[in-house]
């Protein structure tokens, strides 16, 4: 079973810097990775699908990288709104076995 | 407009069975770019995915709870059932179901959860 890894745990900044979070996956899983933000009391929203499309309604400051086992989801330019949990999410083939990472957590510095 | 709610009971027993229900609207189960998941989320937590059905009713599980999870639908109804037998405090999470889109036609792995349920609370205690 695959493993997502994500790094840091914690990453603590200031609004208008540059957000990268990081997140690691035991094998390769190709373009296949998503990534998700959640605030305090909501459900998970979809941001990046295949390791770097912006789903629907997602502001062009968040942007995703990576193929095979390395991904990156890049922050431009924060916005006080951005301070939430991201975690990453894949999908092995066959048996359809989806993991997510343990999350980060962008705090306000 | 696509929406998921769950439903179910916010209070269960240890060694009870949780059925959860998940009814959406604005899709059609039978939809095959179009599938739903249950994910849960113990407080302060990480997300932790359950179980997957297709349209085309095929089922996956989580590796580790797949002994104690049946899913299944009610395309008619819109609807879509998790049963968890043998509930332990552990169990205690915010359970969500999310639809999971696939961006391909040819069945790859490139899908991701789209849209999601507000979610439901559920806490196993005596």
């Known amino acids: 079973e695959i493993v997502l890894t994500q790094s840091p745990a914690t990453l603590s900044l200031s609004p208008g810097e540059r957000a990268t979070l990081s997140c690691r996956a035991s094998q390769s899983v190709s373009s296949y990775l998503a990534w998700y933000q959640q605030k305090p009391g909501q459900a998970p929203r979809l941001l990046i699908y295949d390791a770097s499309n912006r789903a629907t309604g997602i502001p062009a400051r968040f942007s995703g990288s990576g193929s095979g086992t390395d991904f990156t989801l890049t922050i431009s330019s924060l916005e006080p709104e951005d301070f939430a949990v991201y975690y990453c999410q894949q999908r092995s083939n066959w048996p359809p076995l989806y993991t997510f990472g343990q999350g980060t957590k962008l705090e306000i510095k | 407009q696509v929406t998921l709610k769950e439903s179910g009971p916010v209070l269960v027993k240890p060694t009870e069975t949780l059925t959860l229900t998940c009814t959406v609207s604005g899709f059609s189960l039978s939809n095959a770019r179009m599938g739903v998941s249950w994910i849960r989320q113990p407080p302060g937590k990480a997300l932790e995915w359950l179980a997957h059905i297709f349209s085309n009713d095929e089922k996956s599980y989580s590796t580790s709870l797949k002994s104690r999870l049946t899913i299944s639908k009610d395309t008619s109804k819109s609807q879509v059932v998790l049963t968890m037998t043998n509930m332990d405090p552990v169990d205690t999470a915010t359970y969500y179901c999310?639809?999971?889109?696939?961006?391909?036609?040819?069945?790859?792995?490139?899908?991701?959860?789209?849209?999601w349920g507000q979610g439901t609370m559920v806490t196993v205690s005596s």
């Open positions: 999310a639809r999971v889109y696939y961006y391909d036609s040819s069945g790859s792995q490139n899908d991701a959860f789209d849209i």
